[in-house]
């Protein structure tokens, strides 16, 4: 069967599943997670996103797709905001830009957010520099009316894009993600990672939050912590996991 067929049948199936790989502060205090989509294929187990994500954003199927991704991760926060050892954590939702582009993207966020009682502020979207390839106004105004909803947004694999250092400031962002092959440039502690201070000194100075990806070492935990990153994620603290493996380390 084509792997497109396939798509069909495991949204409608419940053959996706949603993995989550915490974000640390720095005392490694679990604040955040980030949700990844995982394919539980009868037949071939699992299929990383990175083989149908382009393939479902190509087809059209990453519209309910994503709304799937959304929506779980809407009722996990509900869920976790009854409890006090969960009731501070937030989940981050990648998203497509064919989502942000598709013509009902605000308003199947606000329908989810209502139908799951979604807490206010828990939901972070993480974009990346595609968005910048497209009709950036029309991105822009969308992202302000989810802001509106208590939604926050990140951007993701930073400076690895196509984002000139002025087009970040058009549009309303709350965190920046450092990309991790910036991260896994570190080598010591005393390294000059001289890309690394510049980003972090703009992000500071666009009032946004900073978040590591792909920190493996202690070295680059440290080196990081003292250039100012605020948040951290990587292989360090974590590996996605299962909720089940997720919920004994919380
Ligand atoms: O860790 P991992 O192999 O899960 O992720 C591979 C890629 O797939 C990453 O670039 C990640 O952003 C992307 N990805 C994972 N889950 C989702 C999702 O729900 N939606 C979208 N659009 N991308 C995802
Ligand atoms: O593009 P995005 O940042 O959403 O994708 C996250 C991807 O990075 C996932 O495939 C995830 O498994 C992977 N990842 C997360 N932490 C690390 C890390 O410390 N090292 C490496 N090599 N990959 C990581
Ligand atoms: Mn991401
Ligand atoms: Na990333």
Redesign the pocket.
Same mark, same amino acid.
């Given at each position: 069967v084509a792997i497109e067929t396939s798509l069909k049948r495991a949204l409608k199936k419940n053959e996706l599943e949603l993995?989550y790989?915490p974000k640390v502060d720095d005392a490694q205090t679990i604040i955040a997670l980030e949700? *990844? !989509?995982?394919w539980n294929h009868p037949e071939r187990g699992f299929i $990383? $996103? #990175?083989e149908f994500?382009p393939l479902a954003e190509e087809n059209g199927l990453?519209i309910p797709?994503?709304a799937w991704?959304i929506k779980t991760a809407c009722l996990q926060l509900a869920r976790w905001s009854l409890e006090e050892k969960t009731s501070s954590l937030t989940i981050a !939702?990648? *998203? #497509?830009i064919k989502?942000l582009q598709s013509d009902n993207f605000v308003a199947t966020v606000e329908r989810i957010l209502k139908s799951t009682k979604c807490p206010k502020g828990k939901l972070i979207f993480?974009i990346t520099e595609t968005l910048f390839m497209g009709d950036v106004d029309a991105i822009v105004s969308k992202m302000r009316n989810i802001k509106e909803m208590g939604v926050h947004f990140s951007i993701?694999?930073f400076g690895t894009g196509y984002s000139s250092l002025s087009a970040i400031k058009k549009i309303p962002l709350d965190e920046l993600k450092i990309d991790q092959s910036f991260t896994q440039d570190i080598k010591s502690t005393d390294d000059e990672a001289v890309i690394i201070h510049t980003i972090i000194g703009m992000a500071k100075n666009l009032g946004l939050r900073v978040v590591a990806e792909g920190v493996e070492t202690n070295a680059q935990f440290e080196f990081l912590k003292n250039a100012g990153c605020h948040v951290f994620q990587g292989y360090l603290f974590s590996k $996605?996991l299962p909720f089940e493996a997720l919920k004994k380390i919380l």
């Open positions: 993995y790989q949700a *990844l !989509v995982r $990383p $996103p #990175s994500i990453i797709l994503g991704v !939702v990648n *998203l #497509s989502q993480e993701d694999d $996605p």
